[in-house]
């Protein structure tokens, strides 16, 4: 049993980092005074590069966060980024003539992609629905169905279930580049897509409890039990074809354990009782092969495998924030001490190795020989506030829990 002294020594180091250290730096160095919304893209450093695009991903994330921030502590400044965020995101990013959200801006806010990713849809779906779950605002609820239907009329696969890539802008099959970004495969569709989706979906109904959203998230569900999961060796399949033949033959540890936990929510959420002891089976089940094959005895998660053999050794942050959440999860779930010894062990690491004490934040990766690595910047279209700020909520919220 976890003694309550040290149930709120933990909470107490990961609150006041939240509130105190991490969401300061994006209500102050990561503004954009002179442009509006958010900095584009600092350096380690803090230096700024005006030619990086303003993606979709990260203006998502930023509005889910402080949403997410100002349920669990309601502040007017949380309130007012999230506005903020929220202002950004309708004013700039919709596309007007055709629906859903543009990829890319330039840094004044001018559309330089107007492709539909699907990815970045269910992101928007993510934050709108966390929006409305914190403010009542019903045109953010408004635009997220708006969004599910095109998504559903246009992304899904009604053949061969789950959802494809990317759309052209007026909703059309993209053509060659099916890709999410340049260092993924070319294939149709992927794990990181559906499990977005997969997390988009649980949070709109939990605030629009219509049918369609939930035999949506059953199917996804499904697909990843069946399709994504290895049952052989606990990991996720990166890559498919149309088909769902698997096209790759990696794994990354940060995603293994990350779904672990959204795919126990999406059936919490679902209410299905046998389907949710089946998926919290799958769940332990995955927490232990991300646990054996992945952790590492400094408490940091490495980046990747293969073959059970590990092939990026490097510690980037996110998978650090999934793994706190990941193994807490799996503490829940069978009250073995292993996962709660873990899940501090990975927290001590974050806070050790990963926040930037000089200039906020955290850094992105961390090499083996425990240094940071400095070419990788502090924010960029994917480097943002919503892994870290959820792993802290979510880690307060399962420390009450217990």
Request: hydrophobic share 40%.
């Amino acid at each position: 049993m976890t003694k309550p002294a040290e149930l709120e020594a933990f909470s107490a180091q990961v609150g006041e980092h939240l509130f105190g250290y991490y969401l300061p730096f994006w209500c102050g160095p990561a503004l954009d005074q002179k442009n509006g919304g958010w900095m584009a893209w600092l350096s380690n450093d803090l230096k700024p590069d005006r030619t990086q695009p303003k993606g979709l991903i990260v203006n998502a994330r930023i509005l889910w966060a402080f949403s997410a921030a100002h349920q669990a502590r309601p502040e007017s400044l949380y309130a007012k980024m999230a506005e903020r965020a929220f202002d950004f995101l309708m004013n700039k990013f919709w596309d007007a003539q055709h629906g859903g959200a543009f990829w890319r801006l330039d840094d004044v806010g001018k559309m330089i992609d107007d492709s539909k990713k699907t990815y970045g849809q269910a992101f928007y779906i993510y934050a709108l629905a966390e929006f409305h779950r914190a403010f009542g605002n019903q045109p953010a609820l408004n635009r997220a169905q708006e969004l599910f239907e095109l998504i559903e009329r246009h992304a899904h696969d009604a053949k061969f279930g789950g959802y494809l890539e990317v759309c052209n802008r007026d909703w059309s099959a993209a053509g060659a580049d099916a890709r999410l970004s340049e260092k993924d495969m070319n294939e149709k569709k992927s794990m990181n897509n559906h499990l977005h989706v997969l997390e988009a979906y649980t949070n709109l109904y939990r605030v629009w409890r219509e049918p369609c959203v939930a035999e949506r998230l059953r199917e996804l569900i499904d697909i990843f039990l069946a399709r994504i999961l290895d049952a052989r060796t606990n990991h996720l399949q990166h890559f498919f074809n149309e088909q769902w033949e698997v096209r790759s033959d990696t794994y990354t540890f940060g995603h293994d354990i990350e779904a672990s936990w959204l795919l126990c929510e999406a059936a919490e959420e679902l209410g299905h009782a046998t389907l949710l002891a089946r998926v919290r089976i799958i769940a332990l089940q995955m927490a232990g092969a991300v646990f054996n094959e992945g952790y590492g005895a400094d408490g940091g998660l490495c980046y990747e495998g293969r073959d059970r053999q590990i092939i990026d050794a490097g510690r980037e942050g996110w998978p650090q924030a999934e793994a706190l959440v990941g193994f807490l999860n799996a503490y829940q779930l069978s009250g073995n001490k292993t996962y709660f010894a873990a899940a501090e062990k990975t927290w001590k690491f974050i806070a050790e190795h990963l926040i930037d004490r000089v200039h906020g934040e955290w850094f992105w990766r961390i090499h083996p020989d425990g240094q940071p690595d400095n070419k990788l910047p502090k924010v960029s279209e994917w480097k943002g506030p919503y892994h870290a700020t959820r792993a802290c909520l979510e880690t307060l919220k399962r420390l009450r829990g217990l």
